[in-house]
């Protein structure tokens, strides 16, 4: 079956300009979460969806990052007013709540960078 | 408290050589330990993950052994090949289901021929 899917998979954009990163997860696939992995660093949690619950925003780096997930499925990660430090490759990774399966099934990811 | 440290940065090893990355924890409260390899370009995926019950998990030519005392873990390639040139990552998650993983920073293995 298809797997997590990312769009685009590169965004090229201008210091303060706004971004929008697209993420469709696993079909019934409960949980999302949003990485962001820079050059030489290992993957950064950002924030992470669990069904109708309220998200988990611990690991959004400052207030200019949100995200959002329509209908416990497709999810938009937004990036106001873009740095250079941004500049990274964002991962969306989704997986099954079901007893025992904590597989995190991860999409190609979205290369962001800001000039 | 919430890091994973992987060691080494980088690897080089031999066409059929023993390829072993080693990562630590502190946090006790860890319950699940993945192991991700990630080609460039691509996405991490899932290799071979143990949980702290378990000394050692083998999977093929891949290897978790598992240090609970020590608070340690590796992962240990057997007859390295050239296609498992890759990135690959250690993770753990809190004892809490769906939560997210902490990741270490990665190690990029070279097996060359």
């Known amino acids: 079956g298809a797997g997590v899917s990312q769009s685009p998979s590169n965004k090229v954009t201008e210091k303060g300009k706004d971004v929008e990163l697209r993420c469709d997860p696993i079909s019934g696939h409960t949980a999302l979460y949003w990485y962001r992995q820079s050059l030489g660093q290992g993957l950064e949690f950002l924030i992470y969806?669990?069904?109708?619950?309220?998200?988990?925003k611990s690991g959004l780096p400052s207030d200019r990052f949100s995200a959002e997930r329509t209908g416990g499925s497709v999810s938009t990660l937004t990036i106001q007013r873009t740095q250079q430090e941004d500049s990274a490759v964002y991962l969306c990774?989704?997986?099954?709540?079901?007893?025992?399966?904590?597989?995190?099934?991860f999409g190609p990811g979205t290369r962001l960078t800001v000039l | 408290q919430q890091q994973v440290k992987q060691s080494p940065q980088s690897l080089i090893v031999q066409k059929g050589g023993i390829s072993i990355i080693n990562c630590a924890y502190e946090n006790t409260a860890f319950d699940y330990f993945p192991w991700y390899q990630q080609f460039p370009g691509k996405g991490p995926a899932l290799l071979i993950a143990i949980r702290p019950d378990v000394s050692e998990k083998k999977e093929g030519r891949f290897t978790i052994s598992f240090n609970k005392s020590a608070k340690q873990f590796s992962l240990h390639i057997m007859d390295s090949q050239p296609g498992d040139s890759a990135t690959y990552f250690c993770a753990a998650r809190l004892n809490q289901a769906g939560t997210a993983l902490i990741f270490g920073k990665g190690t990029t293995l070279s097996v060359s021929s």
């Open positions: 969806f669990q069904g109708n619950s309220a998200p988990d």
């Open positions: 990774a989704s997986s099954s709540r079901h007893r025992g399966r904590n597989e995190q099934f």
